[in-house]
């Protein structure tokens, strides 16, 4: 295993471990403030302590945004094998998805 795998390891690990920890770290703290938001503000401070992490977590972050449309798009191919539908329904499909959004909102703002 060559050491530029390595370091893509080491990248991806310390990003998840970032991630978990920020949002382990706003849920005991009770902040509110996303996990992931709290995540990148963790991850400038960790690489501003450690200089040397930098090179790892950019070979992690390149590795997975390669793999990323990989992840998109599937979910654009069910869009388009669905056109005839959301042609149909189309409207009634964005009348939902708008008033359920507002809903979650209002609801929220209540129970906070």
Do not use: C, H, W
Request: hydrophobic share 65%.
């Amino acid at each position: 295993m060559g050491p530029k795998i390595l370091r893509i390891a080491a990248g991806l690990a310390l990003l998840v471990l970032l991630n978990l920890g920020s949002g382990a770290l706003t849920d005991a703290l009770g902040l509110a403030l996303p996990g992931p938001v709290a995540g990148m503000a963790l991850a400038l401070v960790v690489l501003a302590a450690v200089p040397r992490l930098r090179e790892a977590m950019l070979d992690g972050a390149s590795a997975l945004l390669l793999v990323l449309g990989g992840l998109i798009v599937p979910a654009a191919v069910g869009l388009s094998a669905f056109a005839p539908l959301l042609a149909r329904q189309g409207a009634a499909l964005a009348a939902v998805v708008v008033l359920s959004t507002l809903v979650t909102g209002v609801v929220t703002a209540l129970v906070y």
